[in-house]
């Protein structure tokens, strides 16, 4: 996940949830979509400059059987547009519950860089480069994560369907015995506006896991929605296409035009 509140101190907590209320607003796009808001899918575009993107989202992944396990990842995320067609994130993320990965989080920080607009035959294209610090109980590992995106709007107008493809290499310094130092993964999909200010997205992700063998692909499809008040809301689910995990996303975003 790219996603605690309660990795927050008190007084942090309530400075984020003030910057939320009073802040004016930047151009929101309920087409819009990164990692976790609302699923998988990420596309290719970087805020504009000086606009800030703040957010808190969740990921809860229940896995059935003998002996159930879940696990909750939960977290803000500041984005930020730092020049033209260059983002740059911070997001501590932190997971609580009963699978692996539990009482442990990283803080993950990113730099995005947009590298083209899209013409008729040439999508947008963009490459993201992530760095994570583990912290928490268990085995340590920093991730390095290496990412391209493109996104081809499939019409003349800003509002048509968009398609998306993502290719990511997860890198650990220092894996689990018997675990695999790169972990690959591809994600496609698209969005498309349902109403003026509502959007659906969906994707098919299939990544390797950390251990050999255990590799699965799911299906996923999520809501975008403006909501008044300047608030965005993201819901997602998703269903492991051989197997019985599913998983569910929630992000809570406002946009703000800082310089």
């Not at 085995?139 to 995106?149: E, G």
């Not at 650990?172 to 591809?186: E, H, V, W, Y």
């Not at 051989?242 to 703000?256: A, M």
């Amino acid at each position: 996940m790219m996603r605690p509140l309660e990795g927050l101190t008190g007084k942090a907590s309530w400075v984020f949830l003030l910057l939320v209320l009073v802040m004016p607003r930047a151009h929101a796009d309920p087409q819009e979509v990164e990692e976790g808001e609302p699923i998988t899918i990420e596309d290719a575009t970087t805020n504009d400059v000086g606009e800030l993107s703040l957010q808190y989202s969740g990921t809860y992944t229940r896995i059935p059987g003998a002996g159930t396990q879940a696990l909750l990842e939960q977290g803000p995320t500041f984005k930020l547009g730092v020049f033209k067609d260059v983002q740059v994130s911070l997001n501590p993320y932190y997971g609580t519950g009963s699978a692996p990965g539990h009482n442990s989080g990283v803080v993950l920080s990113d730099v995005k860089v947009q590298l083209n607009q899209q013409t008729i035959y040439i999508p947008t294209l963009a490459v993201d480069v992530f760095y994570g610090v583990p912290f928490g109980a268990g085995d340590k590992s920093a991730n390095y994560i290496f990412r391209a995106v493109a996104s081809k709007l499939l019409g003349s107008s800003e509002d048509s369907p968009t398609l998306h493809l993502n290719l990511t290499d997860t890198h650990l310094s220092t894996p689990d015995f018997g675990g695999r130092k790169d972990q690959l993964q591809a994600v496609f999909g698209g969005s498309f506006l349902i109403a003026r200010n509502a959007a659906l997205v969906g994707d098919v992700v299939y990544g390797a896991a950390e251990e050999a063998g255990r590799d699965a692909p799911f299906v996923e499809v999520g809501y975008s929605r403006d909501l008044p008040h300047d608030w965005k809301l993201e819901v997602g689910v998703g269903r492991q296409v051989d197997g019985d995990t599913w998983e569910v996303f929630l992000s809570i975003e406002k946009e703000v035009q800082i310089f």
